[in-house]
């Protein structure tokens, strides 16, 4: 068998989403079926102890599937946009990134105060610097924007999402290796990773607390966790009239969308649609309670530090732009109160049973 040891590495960090046991898969050339419309490598993942196969793309990424996000590829032949099929939150967000990876990787966070925060919040949890060599998780990584900012730190990286053209694009832009699996249901052994970090991707997750418990459960006890650009129940209650507003700005878009075609990608009201369901708690009136974000940290032994609208040195200060300021005015509160803001947590190990 003809295997990369990339990828053999990359396995053995693995567990089976399906039995959950540890370390149980292994490469086989053992065929197995899969009703998949795309290229698959000749090698297939076998789990030891159930047996179940997980299929390997052609270019050698492998699918390790939850039972739920298995259903999303079975289902992959399906017009997600037709009205008449019920569309989940995970193939909303399969569906998003397959077609706009490419646009979301030249265009979206490329902020420099972006990629500073998450710098600094890596430089937090690590202050001797060791971090040369020690296993690095992204979830949902999406074209590789976080892999590549943390990347001189010398991590060894992998990339997890749904889409398999965000891997490729991961892939391609950093070098790291990559896997598709579902972030509720991780494809990963416990106590694996030294960090593991996420940004703007947790509110794209349906089960959000499932996310964190699996980050919880794969970080090793002398680990850390960075989950950046979230928002807060608080910042997404706006009134009435701020939802609105809000609303209006569909048709904008569509305007806008003629002239900047690559920017404002949702001209197309089926697509919209979709964003709105992959984007599932950063609608109105969503958003996570700091409370119960906290106590789903303490279930799987971390302490979480919730630093609300930080700054590019982690520092708390409002980042006000003409958006939050309408939204914020329109709601009747004040722009400049940094707990209006979207926040960023730092997790470390208290306790890991
Ligand atoms: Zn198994």
């Avoid at 990359?10 to 009703?35: E, H, M, W, Y």
Wanted: hydrophobic share 40%; proline share 6%; aromatic share 8%.
């Amino acid at each position: 068998m003809n295997i990369d040891r990339d990828i053999i590495e990359l396995i053995a960090l693995t567990r089976c989403p399906a039995c959950k046991t540890n370390g149980s898969l292994v490469p086989t050339d053992k065929p197995a079926q899969f009703d998949l419309s795309m290229p698959l490598s000749d090698i297939t993942i076998r789990c030891e102890q159930c047996d179940e196969p997980y299929p390997m793309t052609e270019d050698m990424i492998p699918i390790v599937w939850s039972p739920s996000l298995k259903q999303v590829f079975l289902d992959i032949n399906k017009d997600p946009g037709d009205d008449s099929t019920t569309v989940s939150n995970m193939s909303a967000n399969m569906t998003i990134y397959d077609k706009n990876s490419e646009n979301y990787s030249k265009h979206a966070r490329q902020k420099d105060t972006l990629s500073r925060r998450v710098k600094k919040s890596v430089e937090i949890l690590f202050p001797d610097g060791k971090t040369e060599g020690a296993l690095h998780l992204d979830w949902a990584c999406g074209p590789g924007h976080v892999l590549s900012w943390l990347r001189e730190f010398g991590f060894r990286q992998i990339g997890l999402d749904v889409s398999l053209v965000n891997l490729r694009n991961a892939r391609r832009h950093t070098g790291c290796r990559v896997i598709c699996g579902d972030a509720s249901d991780m494809p990963f052994s416990n106590d694996t990773f030294q960090l593991v970090t996420e940004a703007s991707a947790l509110h794209h997750i349906l089960d959000w607390k499932a996310a964190i418990r699996e980050s919880c459960r794969i970080t090793s006890a002398d680990g850390a966790i960075v989950m950046d650009a979230e928002p807060s129940d608080l910042q997404m209650a706006w009134s009435p009239l701020a939802i609105a507003v809000f609303n209006a700005r569909f048709p904008v878009y569509k305007v806008l969308s003629y002239f900047m075609k690559d920017k404002y990608i949702f001209r197309d009201t089926k697509q919209a649609k979709l964003n709105l369901l992959a984007e599932i708690h950063h609608q109105p009136g969503t958003g996570f309670p700091l409370d119960v974000l906290r106590d789903t940290f303490k279930e799987g032994g971390f302490l979480a530090e919730v630093v609300m609208s930080p700054d590019a040195e982690m520092k708390s200060r409002p980042n006000v732009t003409w958006k939050s300021i309408l939204l914020n005015v329109l709601s009747a509160r004040n722009p400049w109160n940094p707990k209006y803001g979207s926040f960023t947590t730092i997790a470390t190990a208290k306790t890991k049973s």
